[in-house]
């Protein structure tokens, strides 16, 4: 779960703070409120896929679903959603839904590409489906006509000023809240995860499935947990990687709080990865040294930042640089990357190239993101500045790597009024013992110990496979051998471990 952009095991997720880059960057129209001309919810017809680089078996098409569950004669909107059917039709048992992270993250693609990391046998026992949910990419589409310089990771994720205070983090909250209620429309209000889970239903029932079968990421454990609560009965065998807490007094709020953990937990991954001897990007003698080398370094560039072109902002500051290693340490492929903008900043040499996403992309998923996250929240703290600064200070002084940002104000605080639900509480008694849960021991974004929450809500619904891996997100990514046989074994038997295992 995550605010912006971390991609795992082939479909786009999301750590915990507001957005993640769609799998498809579309040019967005202005946001709509529903579809002109109610259609009937098994109208699906399949057509080829926009887009290039898919596998030709990808088919596409859009469902209507209802604007207003509550109202399902009402207004409708539109979700897309993909699949690929089985590679052999005789060993077929259902289907497996991606369920993609974000909130905000889209798995339209996910047949093409995710579906290239399964084992055949999975392929074979499947047809993989992905969907864009409400208010994403093809779906009908939501934004909040933000400008560039509000589309900075390091202004949507609210990163406190270099001395702690949070004037301008608040000014910012109030300005992308105002802006969202402007410009996001019906559509922006309907977004919440009760609401995902009644589409995805909905799809269930257009693919004609009894039952479904579900791998969802990051966020989309959250939604895979809700759904499963909400519809236990329709579950078949459901796949949780990398859970966050789904405590429903806090949801969200919690999940941003453990960055502070994640984080922490996950940094000794990269410091020893950059004092290994040969590494051509090594940091430092030992891994004692790294931890001090990047606090000193973001604290000068707290003071002086370094102009970087094609960024947004245009200038590597100690925040930026603190954003870049929380997405860096999502996956150990990243870690060269980091690394080497460490070593031309500390040498004051030209920075590499700005990796970063197109305003268009941006105006989405943030939307997307900042309505799921503030509408399934009851209330926000309120907006006392001085709450939040002593927060702030306490988790600057255990948590520097984050130096406050977990516990900052966001633009929920100044969320405008829309049409909420309670939270979606999970309880062991909720349904069947279906549920397999995955998670690596080092995850940045959606810890082990909320995963560990997770577990606990469910009881004896779930069982846990804990993965001794840094990153986020397990199967068929940052996992192992063992772990990623534990799943394919599950979907395709049914089998769990008798109890909670580690690999």
Not at 39 to 67: H, I, K, S, Y
Not at 83 to 91: D, L
Not at 194 to 201: L, S, Y
Not at 404 to 429: K, Q, Y
Request: glycine content about 10%.
């Amino acid at each position: 779960m995550r605010i912006l952009g971390s991609r795992t095991s082939g479909f786009t997720t999301a750590a915990l703070s507001l957005p993640v880059l769609a799998t498809t960057l579309l040019a967005l129209p202005a946001p709509a409120t529903a579809a002109a001309t109610p259609r009937p919810d098994t109208a699906v017809r399949w057509e080829n896929c926009p887009g290039t680089g898919l596998d030709p078996r990808q088919e596409c098409a859009t469902l209507a679903v209802p604007l207003d569950h509550a109202e399902p004669g009402g207004p409708r909107i539109t979700l897309a959603i993909s699949r690929i059917r089985t590679e052999n039709p005789e060993a077929r048992r259902g289907t497996l839904l991606l369920i993609p992270g974000g909130p905000g993250g889209s798995s339209i693609n996910g047949p093409s590409t995710t579906g290239k990391k399964l084992a055949q046998s999975v392929r074979d026992a499947y047809d993989i489906v992905g969907f864009d949910p409400r208010g994403v990419g093809r779906s009908t589409p939501v934004g909040c006509g933000l400008s560039h310089d509000d589309l900075a990771l390091v202004k949507i994720r609210s990163w406190p000023a270099p001395d702690g205070g949070i004037e301008e983090n608040t000014a910012t909250a109030r300005r992308l809240a105002d802006a969202c209620a402007t410009h996001g429309g019906d559509v922006l209000r309907s977004i919440s995860t009760r609401n995902e889970a009644r589409d995805i239903d909905r799809v269930r029932q257009a693919l004609g499935e009894r039952k479904l079968s579900a791998w969802g990421v990051s966020y989309g454990t959250y939604a895979g947990a809700v759904y499963a609560q909400m519809f236990p009965h329709r579950t078949d065998r459901w796949v949780m990687d990398s859970s966050g807490d789904p405590d429903p007094k806090r949801v969200a709020r919690g999940w941003l709080a453990n960055y502070q953990t994640g984080v922490e937990d996950a940094f000794p991954d990269f410091a020893a990865w950059a004092a290994e001897p040969g590494n051509p990007d090594r940091l430092a003698a030992t891994p004692g040294e790294v931890r001090p080398m990047f606090l000193a370094l973001a604290a000068r560039l707290d003071r002086t930042p370094i102009p970087w072109p094609g960024a947004n902002p245009e200038e590597l500051n100690g925040n930026v640089l603190r954003q870049t290693l929380l997405d860096s340490l999502y996956s150990k492929g990243r870690f060269p990357a980091l690394a080497r903008l460490i070593t031309a900043a500390g040498a004051g040499s030209q920075l590499p190239a700005a990796n970063t996403p197109p305003d268009e992309a941006m105006q989405n998923t943030v939307a997307v993101s900042g309505a799921t996250i503030c509408n399934d929240v009851d209330a926000w703290p309120d907006t006392n500045p001085a709450a939040y600064e002593r927060d702030i200070a306490k988790s600057r002084k255990r948590y520097p790597l984050t130096a406050g940002m977990p516990v900052n104000i966001s633009l929920c605080a100044f969320w405008h009024d829309s049409p909420r639900e309670r939270p979606v509480r999970i309880t062991p008694d909720g349904g069947p013992s279906n549920v397999l849960m995955i998670q690596n021991r080092r995850d940045p974004s959606t810890p082990l110990v909320g995963a560990l929450k997770m577990r606990a809500a469910f009881g004896d619904r779930a069982r846990l496979v804990t993965v001794d891996s840094v990153g986020h997100g397990a199967y068929r990514a940052n996992g192992n051998a063992c772990g990623d046989e534990a799943v394919t074994d599950f979907l395709l038997t049914g089998e769990r471990p008798a109890r909670d295992t580690s690999c």
